[in-house]
Structure formats: structure tokens, C-alpha cells
């Protein structure tokens, strides 16, 4: 077991250092693609993620929203950290206005301003996600915010 017992822990600790170093790159990377048509500053698509994906985190199961984090940036996840409070708890039910209203009053935006942020974060999202992921969370919605969430018809 000796040798090889250590070339693991030393993949293990190569794996670890290689992670960390990719950590930042792949929340900038995040950001960036969020800021894409270049009318948003990093800050305010940094808060626009934390307001749609709390939101969305209200609705659906909280093994589903942890299931969903586990596939974000580590510090998208920190990020989301203060939302999680109602983790434990049953979704929330509401409908794709009130949701809409939730990350309006949260960002100060309208509600239309909202909807077209919604649609960003959730395109930025899934391409960070698996299919399975993907499909996990739409299948918790309902219509009209799954609408919201899946890829815009081309």
C-alpha cells in the first residue's frame, strides 16, 4: 500500500491546488459571460445572480437547491449564502409575476428590466450545470417561470 497510498494523496493534493486555481477564474468567468452584451458592470450582474438565484432557491425543494449550488462557482456559492435561510423549509409557492416582483423590489429594476435578467442569469447558469441539472430544476417549476429558465427558442 505504501507508494501507492501516497501517489493518491499526492493526485488528491495536485487535484485540490488545480481546483483552487480555477476557483476564481470560473466565477470571473461567470460574471463576464452575465456582463456579455455589455450593458451591465460586474457589480450589478454580481447582484443580479444572488437576487434571481435566491428567488429561484424559494421555489424548489432545498435538496434540489443544494443539488443546484454543488454545480455553481464556490464563490457564487458564498454568494448565496444569505439566501439560504429558508433552506430547510417547504418552496414557496408563486408564479412567474411574483417572481418577477421578488427580483424587481430586489434590485430596484422593473419588472420587464427583471425578466430580461432572470433570462441572463438562468442561460449563464445552465451553461455552467449538467443537463440533468438542468432538467431537475425545471421539472420543479411551473410553467410559466420554467419558461424563464429554459434556453430561449433560437
Not at 449563464?124 to 434556453?151: K, M, N, Y
Amino acid at each position: 500500500m505504501g507508494h501507492h497510498g501516497k501517489s493518491d494523496e499526492d493526485l488528491q493534493s495536485a487535484r485540490e491546488q488545480h481546483h483552487e486555481g480555477h476557483l476564481e477564474t470560473t466565477y470571473k468567468t461567470f460574471i463576464n459571460d452575465l456582463c456579455l452584451p455589455g450593458d451591465l458592470r460586474q457589480d450589478e450582474a454580481e447582484c443580479a445572480a444572488v437576487a434571481v438565484l435566491c428567488t429561484l432557491e424559494s421555489r424548489i425543494q432545498p435538496q434540489e437547491s443544494r443539488d443546484l449550488e454543488a454545480q455553481l462557482p464556490e464563490k457564487l456559492q458564498e454568494l448565496l449564502t444569505h439566501c439560504r435561510h429558508g433552506k430547510q423549509e417547504a418552496p414557496q409557492r408563486f408564479d412567474k409575476e411574483s417572481f418577477l416582483e421578488r427580483i424587481a423590489a430586489d434590485l430596484d429594476v422593473t419588472p420587464e428590466q427583471a425578466e430580461s435578467l432572470a433570462r441572463r442569469v438562468f442561460a449563464t447558469v445552465r451553461d455552467q450545470i449538467s443537463d440533468g441539472e438542468s432538467q431537475d430544476v425545471e421539472g420543479q417549476l411551473p410553467p410559466d417561470i420554467a419558461d424563464l429558465w429554459r434556453a430561449p427558442p433560437v
